[in-house]
């Protein structure tokens, strides 16, 4: 495995030369023709000159690209903010290139001579160079951060349709029907609801939380109907104007649920209200003994906010609480 990667490594290396050495190759034969004096076609010393700029803008965009990739509150902006990064770094390579070789040669430098070589460079290496490699990380980007939205709906669906779920809900609706309640009906008209959401919205990178806000109901309905009074919700939100994530606030009562204790006498009241462009989920800390997290349920929302709307959801203990604040995005 180790020897496939050295392999594919030195491959994907060689077939970046070679594409550099194409373009700037291609570029010099271009300023030769157009801008005839500029650059000599046939001058090893213009071509080895011209491809270490392309290098150099080369690696300028890979650092920039780094460093744009860590601004995730300005991540629809990061082709464009690594290009002017790009820029930068490839400004002050080039220039220490400039000085090394006009001093190796012993002449002279001005700044109108760095500025001119600057110009030039960006000219012939950087713009090309950088415009197909911003394109080219942008694509394998998009398409990482494809998988692996694909990945985590996936495992919210799995997560949703899990068959205990299911398998608990359905021997509710038949203690119902044996006993004749007039729940019956109702209940079945929830637990169908709440399906046909989650068969609906699983491959939905959003909803309007006016959505959310009625699936919501009806799951709660389960809820009371699976455990009576014991697990409550308080639901609070008079402005459903914005977009969520789907299953936002459902995978939220769920952890709830899973990770505290309740009873009749002490039941377990989960607070969901809004404050300005967020939706804040509350309940009071009662931990489990036996319960042990693993997070994947409110990691999962995180991500697919990241992902999606290049925005974090916060999670935090206050006052023996657990609080997590959901950004609700402006459509």
């Not at 150099?56 to 464009?80: D, E, G, N, P, Q």
């Not at 959003?206 to 699976?226: A, D, P, T």
């Not at 939220?252 to 989960?270: G, M, R």
Request: charged letters at 15%; aromatic letters at 12%; one cysteine or more.
């Amino acid at each position: 495995m180790k020897n496939y990667h050295k392999i594919t490594l030195i491959k994907n290396s060689l077939l970046i030369l070679l594409a550099i050495l194409i373009i700037n190759t291609l570029n010099i034969f271009n300023f030769y023709i157009v801008k005839k004096g500029s650059l000599n076609f046939f001058s090893l010393g213009d071509h080895i000159f011209g491809f270490v700029d392309s290098l150099l803008a080369f690696f300028a965009t890979l650092i920039a690209w780094h460093f744009s990739s860590k601004l995730r509150k300005l991540l629809k902006y990061k082709v464009l903010i690594a290009f002017v990064l790009a820029l930068i770094f490839f400004s002050f390579f080039t220039s220490i290139y400039f000085i090394i070789v006009r001093t190796l040669n012993g002449l002279s430098i001005n700044l109108n001579q760095l500025t001119g070589n600057i110009v030039f460079g960006t000219s012939l290496s950087f713009i090309p160079i950088s415009g197909l490699t911003l394109a080219y990380l942008y694509f394998r980007n998009s398409q990482a951060l494809n998988r692996e939205k694909q990945n985590l709906q996936s495992q919210l669906l799995t997560k949703n349709l899990e068959p205990h779920f299911l398998f608990n809900n359905l021997s509710i609706l038949s203690s119902m029907m044996r006993k004749g309640s007039n729940e019956a009906e109702p209940f079945l008209d929830s637990l169908s609801e709440v399906y046909r959401y989650f068969l609906k919205h699983n491959e939905s990178d959003k909803v309007h939380l006016q959505q959310e806000l009625e699936f919501l109901s009806q799951y709660i309905h389960l809820i009371v109907n699976r455990f009576g009074h014991v697990y409550q919700v308080d639901l609070k939100v008079d402005d459903s104007s914005g977009q969520v994530i789907p299953f936002v606030l459902h995978t939220c009562i769920e952890n709830a649920i899973k990770h505290n204790t309740a009873s009749e006498s002490q039941p377990l009241i989960v607070e969901i209200t809004r404050s300005e462009s967020l939706i804040i989920i509350k309940n009071p800390l009662r931990p489990q003994a036996s319960s042990i997290s693993s997070g994947k349920g409110l990691n999962n929302i995180s991500k697919r906010y990241e992902l999606i709307f290049g925005k974090s959801i916060k999670i935090a203990e206050k006052d023996n609480c657990f609080v997590v604040e959901i950004p609700v995005i402006s459509e």
